[in-house]
């Protein structure tokens, strides 16, 4: 347990150490230590150390003064020994003040932030309960009414509510809580205040029971969405009780809701909770406070404007009689998605925002500055959001959610927003209210204006958890959010789409034909015509697969839209849908499991790779649906339905020649149908490019390995007999590393080994003749990606024999192997074929690759000559050096020649060196102490992004390439967005960082040049 600070023992290095944790006035802070240690208040150095992570030091540390001074001496160490609390208590009194006062006031509230319940959220019903007991009232009373509507009664209505503002704050603020479930609580809190306030009311007016009462939430109270201080909107709706006069009843609902709005909004000892602002009711300020549920209905059906329905988006009842708030909702809801069907309700509600914008423009001076109303704020976000949902809300009742980001998310999922602006205003928006709450935390006082003062900045900035430069790091994100949301808004508000569809007759919102080609173009076809024919030869007809993809499109549109190529999209799902359109199973996926559609969608607009694979075997798409479907097969399944494949062959024809091609044929097509499953993992993030090297890895194993024993077969059958020898395929470079690419040649070397008794040119005829065979059958054309065995690595290379004898690589490695040949046999392994041959090739080349005294100088500076001339002479003529993703600085070259140096180096001593991968050698370095963490997670950072983008492009384009996309815009725009990457700029940006970093490291720790 950390020791107590006190006078006594005060380090003279306090000040400093002050300064290191934060605190930006740091003497002061130390004259407050030691005060309150003169009185008998001592701060721990573990609580100092929480202190120094809070956003504002300087603020929690007075505020924790403060508050252990109001405590006895057993509460302040229970207080301090809290591990959890001390991450919540300095949270909180390092953003809000007004928190850390109301803690001094209510000393015994700090153990909310306290033990289990700390991270617990309340549930709503106990929030009400809790608020009713405090105004008196009885919770399980049907219409509870409150002791009395004295001031002490208010007093604690808000510091009970003030105390759950401090347990939220405390959720809020360490990041158990997202902004959306913390403005979902403030609503129920809200409610929960509301029907306190209305069983307070009650005591004031004996006729109460002379009424129903509902109050509807609108707004942010309504959405769940609210702030930490905020208007509370309302409509109150009320009905006579059976016998009661109407006229009578209103009277009296009113002075029901007049109570209400005081008992909330009355200024006390304590403060006010918030104004409970009532101007969203037909004809605002200047109607009946109160009205019945008849009378609401006709206003809307005769009079209301239409911002008035845009309003009641968000209506919900929020406390009162809930019933009657209930039939409200069912009465006036109808009304609002009818509305959206006007001649010109897109651009009243366009006009509509231009007024409000150039008002507030004109009004006020920090308008830049406005989070909520300024260019880029809250409102931009909601009323883009809320123009869509009344669009198409009307043929489509999935839109029909109250919170923004629901909403936001749902359109995004309909196809009516793509999937990357969507993400960009949820991204924002989430931001703009983070830092919305922060700032009304601080004073818990309504404001949506970011401060200029340096200081305050500083605390918005470390609250958000920016520690390099508060001030700085926080403005570029702030703005950069802001530009984000003002161009999506005015994409996406003004879009010239939503007049057409908002024009469309109820029955024909659905896409048509006629307003398929303006959002067509809308949604960013390149040929709307063409994707206009395949929509028509999809959707027309009566027949059964007519009527789903008509339902299915116009969301399959958006989801084409958001991919890079959406023709290409489009023009792929027809094709499949044509080959299965009529197959019954693909009928029901189509109809019962969206998430089918939504990937197709993705990888047909995606990548050519996929797109082909699928193509060739469109039963594939039956796949998509589960994620356990797309995840990589086990080796030994995948050999074992190989190996069947051959045998089941062999039995069934005895034509060697025929047999061992249709053997091969049907692995491949087993080949063909794993690439696909890995693509799509791959292009749905469901796997990592680690996985995907050695999926491709083992794939391209099976296939090989089935393809020597089909091989085998062929020529044991001709020669009607077995075969004299025994052979190995020995896996080489990044095949035998398990870091294959899509594109990749399968490098290997072929070792036989003669039989006892066998005649040597005999077996090494046969040997050649099953090598020769292997790769004729896997070359032979198909309809699937090639895979190349290229065996040149082999001793002497092309001039040397493509099979040698075990033997003969002992002596070849004996007396002629070069630094370069026991460098290429780090990545050898030999897996494919005889197992015991492979161990022993391997119990040979063990020596080689990993000598016991590591390596010469002489073998060393060959070493570095070969990486050297490599770089110079292998890059191709005219490329920009820094693009190559393989052989530029800082490419995949550098990261696997440091790997290799140090296995060469120290793989004999060190044994989680002695491995092919890559990514494992620099793991075991930085174990041993041979590489630095930082090192090593920069090489393999690099190496890691390199074959992404590299496996990437080959997706995109169908074909291998070494290079960045630069030159062929759609591909480069089809390369950042698969990668994740907001634009072309930030991959190579991000590329040229890893690889500038990678490159630093490889010239320090291969060449020896010093930074």
Known sequence: MSEPWT????????????????????????????????????????????????????????????LLGELDAPERAALQADEGLRRRLPAVLGVSAALGEHLARHPGDWRVLSGDGAIQAPDPRDLRDSLLRAVGADPADPAPTAADASTETLVALRAVYRRHLLHLAGRDLTGVLDVGEVAAELADLASAALEAGLAVARTEVPEADSCRLAVIGMGKCGGRELNYVSDVDVIFVAEPRPGHDETEALRAASRLASGLMRACSASTPEGALWEVDAALRPEGKAGPLVRTLASHRAYYERWAKTWEFQALLKARPVAGDMELGADYIDAIAPLVWKAAAGEEFVEDIQAMRRRVEEHLYKRTEETDRQLKLGPGGLRDVEFAVQLLQLVHGRADETLRSRGTLEALSLLSEGGYVGRDDAAGLASAYRFLRNVEHLLQLHRLRRTHTVPDDPADLRRLGRALGLRTDPVGEFTRLWRRHARTVRTLHEKLFYRPLLRAVARLPEEEARLTPEAARTRLVALGFTDPAGALRHIQALTSGVSRRAAIQRTLLPVMLGWFASAPDPDAGLLGFRQVSDALGTTPWYLRLLRDDVTVAERMAKVLASSRYATDLLLRAPEAVAILGNDAELAPRPFEALLNEALAAVRRREDDDRDAHASAEDAVAAVRGLRRREL?????????????????????????????????????????????????????????????????????????????????????????????????????????????????????????????????????????????????EAQALLRADPVIGDAELGHRFRALIDPIRWPRDGISDAALREIRRLKARMESERLPHGVERRLHTKLGPGGLSDVEWVAQLLQLQHAHEVAGLRTTSTLAALDAAVEAGLLDPADGEVLSSAWKLATRIRGTMMLVRGKASDLLPTDHHRERTAVTRVLGYPGTGDLLEDYRRHARRARRVMERVFYGISD
């Open 7 to 66: 006078s006594e023992r005060r380090p003279s290095s306090l000040t400093g150490r002050l300064a290191r944790l934060g605190f930006t006035d740091a003497g002061r802070a130390e004259r407050l230590l030691a005060e309150a240690a003169a009185e008998g208040v001592t701060v721990t150095d573990a609580m100092l150390d929480a202190l120094g992570g809070a956003a504002d030091p300087d603020l929690a540390l007075s505020s924790l003064l403060r």
């Open 676 to 820: 696909f499953r890995i693509s799509v993992g791959d292009l749905l993030g469901l796997i990592d490019v680690r996985t995907v090297g050695e999926a491709l890895t083992d794939i391209a194993t099976v296939t090989i390995e089935a393809a020597l024993q089909a091989a085998i077969n062929k020529i044991e059958m001709e020669r009607r007999g077995p075969l004299p020898t025994r052979i190995t395929v020995v896996a080489m470079g990044r095949f035998g590393g398990r870091e294959l690419g899509y594109g990749s040649d399968a490098d290997v070397m072929f070792v036989h080994d003669p039989l006892p008794g066998a005649d040597e040119r005999d077996a090494q005829n046969a040997a050649h003749a099953v090598a020769e065979e292997m790769r004729r059958l896997l070359s032979r054309p198909a309809p699937d990606p090639p895979l190349q065995i290229d065996p040149n690595l082999r001793p002497e290379g092309k001039a040397g024999p493509l099979v040698r004898t075990l033997a003969s690589y002992e002596a070849y490695y004996s007396r002629w192997s070069s630094p370069w």
